[in-house]
Structure formats: C-alpha cells, structure tokens
C-alpha cells in the first residue's frame, strides 16, 4: 500500500500539527480534536481497486468532524465502510449513532456532515466506494448510516477476510486485477448489506455490555489489591480512564463506585459465612482491598445500616 502520512519520523510536539496539515486539510477534509496532542500516533496508507479505494488507518484518540463547509470542497460521492481491526469507534450522522469495534463493518456516507469519536486509538479498514457503484447493487433501500454488518461470520466474514488479502497484496497485483477485485468486493458488500439483520450482534449496545462485562471481572478477580483503581483498570484494558468512565455510563454507578460497592459486598458476603468465623474483621477488611479500617467501617455503616460486627452478628 502507498504511504500516504506517519508520525514515526516526527517530533511528538510536531505529529498533531502535521496529521491536521497534512490530512485533516488536505486529504479528507476534516476538523479534528485530539486528547493526545503532544505525542500523536497514526499512519495512513492506501490502495486504488478501480473506483475502490481501500486506507488503512490509525488514529489517536480524538475527535473527527465532517461538516457542511467541507463537503463544498468535495466533488466525490461516495460511502465509507469501516472494517475494525483494533478499538472503538462511533459515528454520528442523520441524527443517529452508530457504535462498532472489531467484528463489526460499519458504512455511513462520506458526502454528508458526520462525527467520529473514539476514546481509545482505533485501526480500521476504510473502504471508500462510490455511491452509484453500492446502489446499483443494493436490493432494498438506498443503505443509511445504519447499515452495519457482523464480520465473524457469513457474508460479513468473506467481505472482510476478502479486503484483508487484497491489502496485503495489493502492491503484487496489476492495475486491471485490483479493479476486478474492487468490483467483486463492492458485490459481496452490498450482498453482505442485503443480508444484514437489523441488530447485528456487534450493535452499539452489545459492545457496551461485553467489554462492561469484561472490564467488571478483571476487577473481581483483583478486588483485593488496595492499589486497584480507574488509572490501573483502563491501563490493564489498554484503553483510557476517559473511556472507561464513558463504558460505566448509564450503569448506574462509576468505576470508582463499582470498585467499592465490590469490596463491601466481598466483606459482607465474609462476615455472614459461618467459615470465616476464624478471621477477625480488619483480616476480610484488608483481603477486600480496603486499607483503611476507619473509612471501612464508615463505609459499611453508610452502605448497610450497620457495622460490620453487627452484620456478623446478625447472621448468627
């Protein structure tokens, strides 16, 4: 694939000024607000099928917005389908938003106002297909930002795994054999749209609960570390404190929340078992991950109503 822009050989102070130069003015017209300023990370790199073009990008965390005043400059037509390989991403257009990450294809139209945002770096696939080219193929409806496709499996899984072997050889292939291929994948796209259910089970929703559901065991199962916190679960889960306050959202708790609800049931749950009668209640405090004894049982009371000698006491 071309090389189209990389921060590698930049200055840190320099990368973000020179992805928003470079790219955010020129390339695809775009603003861009980015978290990550003084040492920026990405590359874009690109191959022509014929009327296809396929990038392969990775960008910062940030926010990317397309608006009216861009598209005064764009003389292009066309849809962008993204195929994750790494991260989140969401994007909001026509009033809707659309979440994905990996296994997930997500189209929305490159000719009309739209956000992305991602919270965490996110690597993907960007297939930019011309829209006379999908509508000619597309059995219903022309296809709207909502069109998203499952690529674990069926016809999503052979439009991806067909567009990860086209970019890895891409440079081997004559002109005329990537635009044959360009046409084939735009078929199997538009195949793949025409069989897509409406609730895909990679949908905005389901990533939430499974990487939610993820990010709650890893704190189970290192509850009793005192030194657990936001910084060092969003580290553990390469993501950031920002994102993973974002995945807490609408849980009815935050993660700080969460960790301290878990360390109260955990000692709750101890002192009403008859086979912890042995340890004393600083012991099922300390394993718990609490070390301070004072805020412990100031907690307890405030949580149960009670101390946490009268919660034993009360399951005799």
């Known amino acids: 694939m071309n090389l189209v822009f990389t921060t590698d050989d930049l200055p840190a102070a320099r990368r973000h000024r020179a992805w928003q130069e470079a790219l955010c003015a020129l390339y695809v017209r775009v603003d861009s607000r980015c978290d990550a300023v003084d040492d920026y990370q990405g590359f874009v790199k690109e191959s022509a099928f014929g009327a296809v073009t396929i990038t392969d990008c990775l960008i910062a965390p940030q926010r990317i917005d397309r608006r009216q005043s861009h598209l005064a400059r764009v003389d292009k037509d066309c849809f962008y389908v993204a195929l994750t390989q790494k991260g989140h991403q969401a994007v909001e257009q026509r009033g809707?938003?659309?979440?994905?990450?990996?296994?997930?294809?997500?189209?929305?139209?490159?000719?009309?106002?739209?956000?992305?945002?991602?919270?965490?770096?996110?690597?993907?696939?960007?297939?930019?297909?011309?829209?006379?080219?999908?509508?000619?193929?597309?059995?219903?409806?022309?296809?709207?930002?909502?069109?998203?496709?499952?690529?674990?499996?069926?016809?999503?899984?052979?439009?991806?795994?067909?567009?990860?072997?086209?970019?890895?050889?891409?440079?081997?292939?004559?002109?005329?054999?990537?635009?044959?291929?360009?046409?084939?994948l735009v078929d199997l796209l538009a195949l793949a749209l025409d069989c897509a259910p409406g609730d895909v089970p990679g949908d905005e929703a389901t990533l939430r609960s499974e990487r939610l559901r993820q990010v709650k065991q890893f704190i189970n199962a290192h509850i009793g570390n005192p030194l657990l916190n936001p910084e060092r679960v969003a580290a553990a889960h390469r993501t950031s404190v920002r994102a993973l306050h974002y995945l807490f959202k609408g849980s009815g708790m935050s993660v700080s929340g969460f960790i301290w609800e878990r360390r109260?049931?955990?000692?709750?749950?101890?002192?009403?078992?008859?086979?912890?009668?042995?340890?004393?209640?600083?012991?099922?405090?300390?394993?718990?991950?609490?070390?301070?004894?004072?805020?412990?049982?100031?907690?307890?009371?405030?949580?149960?109503?009670?101390?946490?000698?009268?919660?034993?006491?009360?399951?005799?």
């Open 96 to 184: 809707q938003r659309l979440a994905y990450g990996p296994g997930t294809a997500t189209l929305f139209s490159a000719s009309e106002p739209y956000v992305l945002r991602n919270a965490e770096p996110h690597r993907a696939f960007y297939l930019e297909i011309p829209r006379a080219a999908l509508a000619q193929r597309w059995q219903r409806s022309e296809p709207m930002v909502t069109a998203s496709i499952g690529t674990q499996y069926g016809m999503g899984r052979i439009v991806a795994n067909l567009c990860a072997s086209m970019v890895l050889e891409a440079d081997t292939l004559s002109e005329r054999t990537r635009a044959r291929l360009g046409e084939r």
């Open 264 to 316: 109260l049931e955990r000692c709750r749950e101890a002192l009403q078992m008859p086979s912890q009668r042995g340890r004393t209640v600083t012991e099922i405090a300390l394993a718990a991950g609490f070390s301070s004894m004072s805020h412990f049982n100031s907690a307890f009371k405030r949580r149960y109503g009670m101390t946490p000698s009268e919660a034993r006491d009360a399951a005799c």
